[in-house]
């Protein structure tokens, strides 16, 4: 056996043998005659063992090249540019491969582009060798070698046209996908780098499978202001990437987002309100209550922030909840049956346990009563049997009417009910000596709490932090708290 044959027996890479010869040749050459064929074969065994990677999943931009095997899902069309100095145009095809670790977008260049678009199919599988760099949604990689592995099988990875929630994955593109609007934000701008204004908004879409947050950009982005929640939509040409550890659908300028006429059924997995915990990010649902006023509030920066309170009981408790900025103008009322999605627990006031609705949760009217009452008599079809049987669910107690709970007409009496516990809302006088415990929803000169019903004004010198809970102890002067405690 040859110092070849023998390091080739050793290493655990896809490459024959003839081919570890030829590149065994080639590096010997390239050293001058400073390496011999032993050495030169360990060299080339290390930088194969470097390339071959475990599955998509494990290709980084950084890497110089990377080898891996995986299944032809779409094939994009040929595009044509011009090269600096060169009078024939050079070619490209995107062409998006997936295994069982995920997905990633490979480049074809040139002859590799036209055997692309003559040869290539989806759903078969390839060898591929390149180089991985960042692309525009994702890691890439541009191809140097490729061929054909017909005894290859990748079963875990199915092709279709339409994909559905469960199966996006990191770096997948062209993504079509059908889903229920479960909810909308507004438009935002911001500044590009270039000078540029850019636009971004988000919808949240659910079918049978799970939800996804759909990320609109710049021409794409007033369509969260024209299409209303429940309503059915195709995401067209999307792509996948990663926020704070969840996968969101992005549509740029190369795609769209269409009204479409299918029936899609989104089932919300809700956690019962008795089990959520402190720290927990939960989906929970259940019959609104009560809805407090909205209320504004100065931060630290200067801008003016916005909270409204509601509460909300399933079949196993209540629970108060925080809508914060934009959610707190959604139109939610007493009777509305709601699908809240990733609310955040937190320790409320009187350490009841409480949600906060941010900017990355979900709120759906699964059931609204102010929509489905009569407009000349709503006080009355709220108390209809219908209304009540359709609220029995969330509501709890045994579905027979004989309690409040099971009625939504009962939610004012509730509403008063739940602002009583929170003892004497009336304002405070000068003088007065006053303990007062709220979340902190303003840090700065002068810190304020608010502990759902009401906010306070503290003077103080003690550092406190956004969303933490205090308790403020001292004496009223104009209104304002003159604490000589803050714990």
């Known amino acids: ?22 590149a065994v040749e080639e590096k010997v050459e390239q050293m001058g005659g400073l390496a011999d064929e032993e050495t030169a074969a360990m060299l080339i065994a290390h930088e194969v063992g470097e390339s071959e990677v475990g599955g998509i999943a494990d290709i980084e931009p950084g890497m110089e090249e990377a080898k891996f095997v995986a299944k032809v899902t779409s094939i994009g069309e040929v595009r044509t540019f ?10 490209v095809v995107n062409v998006e491969v997936a295994d069982e670790t995920g997905a990633v977008r490979a480049a074809f260049w040139d002859e590799h582009a036209e055997a692309a678009i003559n040869e290539l199919e989806e759903g078969q599988v390839l060898r591929i060798k390149g180089r991985p760099k960042e692309g525009f949604s994702g890691v890439e990689v541009s191809v140097d070698q490729v061929e054909p592995d017909p005894d290859e099988e990748i079963d875990a990875v199915q092709v279709s046209d339409t994909h559905t929630v469960e199966a996006l994955s990191l770096g997948l593109s062209n993504v079509n996908l059908v889903g229920l609007v479960l909810d909308t934000d507004s438009v935002r701008t911001f500044d590009r ?26 021409e794409q982005a007033d369509l969260a202001t024209e299409i209303e929640s429940n309503t059915t939509v195709e995401v067209i040409d999307g792509y996948v990437k990663e926020r704070d550890g ?9 795609g769209a ?39 504004t509030f100065d931060r630290d920066d200067g801008s003016e922030g916005q909270v409204r309170n509601i509460r909300v009981q399933d079949a196993t408790d209540d629970i108060r909840v925080a809508l914060w900025g934009d959610k707190a103008d959604r139109d939610i009322g007493p009777g509305d049956e709601v699908a809240l999605g990733d609310v ?117 010198d003690v550092d406190v932090g956004l969303g933490e809970e205090r308790t403020a102890r001292g004496v009223v002067r104009d209104g304002q708290l003159e604490a000589n405690d803050v714990f």
Do not use: C
Not at 1 to 22: K, N, P, T
Not at 246 to 254: A, K
Not at 358 to 381: H, K, M, N, P, R
């Open 344 to 460: 955040e627990i937190q320790d409320g006031w009187q350490d009841d346990l409480e949600a906060s609705a941010g900017w990355q949760s979900t709120i759906t009217v699964l059931e609204s009563e102010s929509a489905t009452a009569d407009g000349d008599d709503s006080s009355e079809a709220s108390d209809s049997g219908d209304q009540n049987a359709g609220l029995s669910a969330f509501a709890g107690a045994d579905g027979s009417g004989d309690g409040d709970t099971d009625s939504a007409s009962a939610a004012p009496d509730d509403s008063a009910a739940a602002t009583d516990d929170t003892g004497d809302t009336g304002e405070p006088t000068d003088g007065e000596e006053l303990e007062f415990t709220g979340v902190v929803v303003q840090a700065g000169d002068p810190v304020v709490l608010d502990d759902g019903e009401t906010t306070m004004s503290v003077e103080t």
């Open 257 to 295: 987002v269409e009204a479409v006429d299918e029936d899609v059924e989104y089932v919300p997995e809700s956690t019962p309100i008795e089990d959520v915990e402190i720290g927990q990010t939960v989906d929970i649902a259940g019959v609104v209550r009560s809805a407090d006023p909205k209320r």
């Open 193 to 218: 780098d270039d000078g540029s204004e850019g636009k971004v908004s988000n919808l949240t879409l659910g079918d049978s499978t799970g939800r996804v947050r759909v990320t609109l950009w710049d």
């Open 246 to 254: 969840s996968l969101e659908l992005h549509v740029g300028n190369r």
């Open 1 to 22: 056996m040859s110092d070849i044959e023998g390091v080739y027996e050793d290493l655990e890479a896809d490459v024959s043998l003839e081919e570890f010869r030829e």
């Open 82 to 91: 011009e090269r600096d100095g060169e009078d024939e145009d050079g070619r």
